[in-house]
């Protein structure tokens, strides 16, 4: 039996084409290997537990009252709290609030409800939204608290002096006198 000579170009064609089918198979094989599960191995959600959310009450950082100038704040130990700004005695705005997990030393509030009180203690541009942040810093030497909140664009502070334990004079020095 007589053999026929290829032309070099057909059998570096035949060469190329046997080498991309090789390829194709074996990535193939690897591709099924990969992708089956072993029984083996463990699996991520068998070995890790669930993760949830803190509750407000696990993030509360401090309890009590404040107040300064038209201002309150209290907070509770279920992790809820209302911040407010009066006008009067039965004009203002109250700001309910839900603690929620932050880094770093001040506590971040939810706002979950603005309720208007008569006429109302926070202009319409000083609102804060449902949603909306307020973060409230404590201070170190005397439980001072520092709100800040947003309203829109605008971001809007209050500084407030605890309601039990200071004296006159300290209440003058730290200007925050009913």
């Not at 046997?18 to 089956?36: D, E, P, R």
């Not at 770093?104 to 706002?111: D, I, L, M, N």
């Not at 909140?149 to 730290?174: I, K």
Request: hydrophobic share 45%; net charge negative.
């Amino acid at each position: 039996m007589r053999m026929q000579r290829m032309s070099p170009g057909v059998g570096r064609r035949l060469a190329a084409a046997t080498v991309t089918a090789t390829v194709a198979a074996s990535m193939v094989v690897v591709s099924g290997l990969v992708a089956a599960p072993t029984l083996a191995a463990p699996t991520l959600a068998a070995t890790s537990p669930a993760v949830t959310a803190p509750s407000p009450a696990e993030v509360v950082r401090e309890t009590g009252s404040w107040f300064s100038h038209g201002y309150t704040l209290d907070l509770r130990a279920d992790g809820t709290g209302m911040f407010a700004a009066w006008t009067g005695a039965f004009d203002g705005t109250r700001v309910h609030v839900r603690l929620i997990p932050a880094p770093g030393p001040a506590t971040v509030a939810e706002v979950t409800a603005v309720e208007t009180v008569g006429r109302g203690g926070l202009a319409t541009d000083e609102r804060p939204g449902v949603g909306g942040l307020v973060t409230i810093s404590f201070g170190d030497a005397v439980r001072t608290a520092h709100v800040e909140w947003s309203s829109g664009p605008r971001r809007l502070a209050a500084d407030l002096c605890p309601s039990e334990g200071l004296d006159a004079d300290e209440m003058a020095a730290l200007r925050c006198g009913a």
